[in-house]
């Protein structure tokens, strides 16, 4: 466990603004994005193309920097730590579901849900990695590896790393982009379990139907947050998404 303010917020992020800079100019991808993600919430961010999700959550996760404001992590402030401790904060304080690698192919699946533990030096606790496997339904597969595994099968296994490192925060990127739909509806059944058992996920997601699991969705444009709805359906979120993409 990672020391934290149990008040604090799970994730903030205050008047955070990222700038590329390139030989072709300036794109400012984020401008001041300012919002606190409780604990124990699930947050959808939506948005067009380029509106700064991505680099929404590289900030939030402390895979990048920001130019100018603040990130904290359960009271935490990410630019507080130096490399090395901003790699261990990681480790023991947040969980990936991204598309790509968040899973090494030369490992189990039980090896993947107790490499952040193992990593960390801490004990890992074998019945308790096979139970997070058998909620995520890979029980009768942890002897296999990523490679061997479906899509939506290694999205469990990193589902089941969360479950079983129960870090404060759970990142995901468009986590049933490559999916089918029943199997996509599962890996959300899954993140939302997370958020109702107290854990915080923070996603983000062009898919209205996914959005609809969240407590919360975050509309981005031009990197600034342009709107927000509490428990919407996938109808209403989409309606507001075609807004915001008409030209
Ligand atoms: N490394 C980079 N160098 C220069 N510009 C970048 C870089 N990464 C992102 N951008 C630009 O910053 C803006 C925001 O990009 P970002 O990837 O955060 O958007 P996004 O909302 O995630 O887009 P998408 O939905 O297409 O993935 C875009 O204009 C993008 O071209």
Redesign the pocket.
């Known amino acids: 466990m990672t020391t934290q303010t149990l008040a604090a917020p799970a994730v903030a992020l205050e008047s955070v603004t990222r700038t590329?800079r390139?030989r072709a100019g300036s794109?400012h991808?984020?401008r001041g994005f300012t919002h606190a993600f409780a604990r124990g919430t699930f947050t959808a961010i939506m948005?067009?193309?380029?509106?700064?999700?991505?680099?929404?959550l590289h900030l939030a996760a402390g895979l990048d920097r920001p130019d100018h404001g603040r990130v904290t992590i359960g009271g935490t402030a990410l630019d507080s730590l130096g490399e090395t401790a901003l790699t261990k904060f990681r480790r023991t304080s947040m969980a990936f579901v991204f598309q790509s690698y968040n899973l090494l192919d030369a490992l189990t699946a039980f090896d993947n849900v107790a490499l952040p533990a193992r990593l960390a030096g801490v004990h890992v606790d074998k019945a308790a990695v096979t139970d997070a496997l058998h909620r995520v339904g890979l029980r009768d597969l942890a002897r296999r590896r990523p490679p061997e595994l479906s899509g939506g099968q290694q999205q469990r296994v990193a589902i089941a790393r969360a479950l079983y490192g129960r870090p404060n925060v759970v990142f995901a990127d468009e986590p049933t982009g490559a999916l089918d739909r029943n199997t996509g509806r599962e890996v959300l059944a899954l993140l939302r379990a997370l958020a109702d058992d107290e854990q915080t996920v923070v996603m983000?997601t062009?898919d209205p139907l996914a959005a609809s699991y969240a407590d919360e969705t975050l509309f981005?444009a031009d990197?600034q947050v342009v709107g927000r709805l509490h428990h919407a359906d996938a109808a209403t979120i989409a309606a507001r998404m075609n807004d915001l993409e008409r030209p």
């Not at 948005?47 to 999700?53: A, V």
């Open positions: 590329y390139s794109v991808a984020l948005g067009p193309s380029g509106s700064g999700k991505s680099t929404l983000v062009h981005l990197g």
